[in-house]
Nanobody, 123 residues
Framework: VQLVESGGGLVQAGGSLRLSCAAS????????IGWFRQAPGKEREAVSC????????YYIDSVKGRFTISRDNALYTAYLQMNTLNSEDSAIYYC?????????????????WGQGIQVTVSS
């Protein structure tokens, strides 16, 4: 089982990044996909989630209207489009997969995790 994130890096405040998560080793379409992030000295938080049926999404308040989660079950890939980035978005972002019908922000319910990718927003 693998979840491999890509697309992170350094961006100026106000800029955009698109994270991708390539999955393998399990039936991607049977899992909800979540994105978590963790900044230095802070707890890990659930940023966004999309159901396996691609019909329900969830966002934490701080990213609503700026981030968009999506998935392509045929390509075994999930995405997190991040616009209007600010310094508070700087963190390591993790792609995760949960064998649940709906979305959840509870990290312990996620079965698989990527290695994480750094996003740094300079002000």
């Amino acid at each position: 089982v693998q979840l491999v994130e890509s697309g992170g890096g350094l961006v100026q405040a106000g800029g955009s990044l698109r994270l991708s998560c390539a999955a393998s080793g399990f039936t991607f379409g049977h899992y909800a996909i979540g994105w978590f992030r963790q900044a230095p000295g802070k707890e890990r938080e659930a940023v966004s989630c999309i159901t396996k049926t691609n019909d329900i999404t969830y966002y934490i308040d701080s990213v609503k209207g700026r981030f968009t989660i999506s998935r392509d079950n045929a390509l075994y890939t999930a995405y997190l489009q991040m616009n209007t980035l600010n310094s508070e978005d700087s963190a390591i972002y993790y792609c995760t997969a949960a064998d649940t019908y709906g979305c959840t922000g509870r990290s312990r319910l996620y079965d698989f995790w990527g290695q994480g990718i750094q996003v740094t927003v300079s002000s």
